[in-house]
């Protein structure tokens, strides 16, 4: 029989378990009353339910926790189980909400994650599809049939408008507006809606698609042959076949790869970064402008083929005006 100190001990660690699991669920129903995305709230979930096991193995529970444990040990623990960067600061993020909101609503007497910040993450670099590249792909799917014409609206949907995989995967019929060249983003990131103009190509092809599918069983845009919504995991395997198919290997993300490709193009063809901004729905220019550095060499290259003065010295070359 275990003694009254373990009993206390158990006791104790069943009350702090339960505290911390109350907390959790009162910050994630604060996150659904804010219209949080579903998908965002799991991640919070994920993220807390895993500190909280860490916690419990340090005995550290929320009346005793301190700052250190997070900015020191979580972190060094993450980095040491090989975490990557971007998940160590997911959880920083997840944190720095979750204890404010512990704070503001009278749960703990400071906030312990206040002063908690992300580590540095050098910048990586992005992988594009060049036009060759492209074209094999759109050439892989049988526009004949129903799947196939859906696969090719999709990648052109996603190359004509660079659009994030969640938002493609939850779009609607209704949310096609042919005649005014737009597609509405209705859950953006951050529950952000926006409106994506759209061009003659990916236009036909998605009326294409459509006349092929003909069933109005579905009020999804995009669906699989048992007429349910065709969701973001399927779509990803859908890409990395034609991927395989294509021939084009040694590149990681599969339908972010269209993401970048559509901001490397529109950048190349003469786009300008506040414009993408907006299409890609970033909330600030830093994405948009890192794009911008990341394809210089390429808009060098392309400077070179379509520069002003090197245009003019062809047409003048017999003439003085650029001579030295």
Not at 78 to 94: C, D, E, F, H, K
Not at 171 to 191: A, Q, T
Not at 273 to 278: A, G, M, R
Not at 281 to 303: A, C, N, P, W
Request: proline share 2%.
């Amino acid at each position: 029989m275990p003694s009254r100190q373990t009993q206390q001990i158990m006791t104790n660690t069943t009350a702090s378990r339960a505290e911390f699991r109350e907390a959790i669920r009162l910050f994630l129903l604060d996150c659904k009353f804010r219209n949080l995305t579903e998908e965002t709230i799991r991640g919070y979930h994920a993220h807390l339910h895993q500190l909280q096991l860490d916690l419990e193995k340090w005995n550290v529970s929320l009346a005793n926790i301190q700052p250190r444990d997070l900015s020191h040990r979580m972190v060094l623990h993450m980095l040491n189980s090989g975490a990557a960067a971007a998940t160590i600061n997911g959880r920083i993020r997840v944190c720095k909400q979750f204890f404010k909101f512990l704070y503001l609503d009278g749960k703990i007497t400071e906030n312990v994650a206040g002063d908690l910040k992300p580590i540095q993450i050098p910048k990586r670099f992005l992988h594009t599809f060049t036009a060759e590249q492209v074209a094999r792909l759109l050439n892989q799917p049988d526009r004949n049939r129903v799947q196939g014409a859906r696969d090719y609206a999709i990648m052109l949907v996603l190359l004509d408008t660079g659009m994030r995989l969640g938002e493609l995967s939850q779009l609607n019929v209704s949310d096609v507006m042919p005649e005014e060249g737009l597609i509405i983003i209705r859950h953006g990131k951050g529950r952000r809606s926006r409106m994506i103009p759209i061009q003659k190509t990916c236009i036909e092809a998605l009326q294409h698609y459509l006349k092929l599918r003909r069933s109005r069983e579905s009020e999804s845009l995009w669906v699989t042959r048992k007429k349910e919504r065709f969701l973001r995991r399927g779509i990803m395997q859908m890409v990395k076949s034609y991927m395989i198919q294509a021939g084009i290997t040694g590149m990681h993300g599969s339908t972010h790869i269209f993401r970048h490709t559509m901001a490397k193009f529109f950048l190349m063809n003469g786009g300008d970064i506040f414009s993408l901004q907006t299409i890609l729905g970033h909330t600030t220019l830093e994405m948009t402008r890192y794009y911008v550095q990341l394809f210089s060499q390429d808009i060098h290259e392309k400077h070179a083929l379509y520069s002003p003065v090197e245009r003019l010295n062809e047409e003048f070359k017999e003439s003085a005006v650029f001579k030295s």
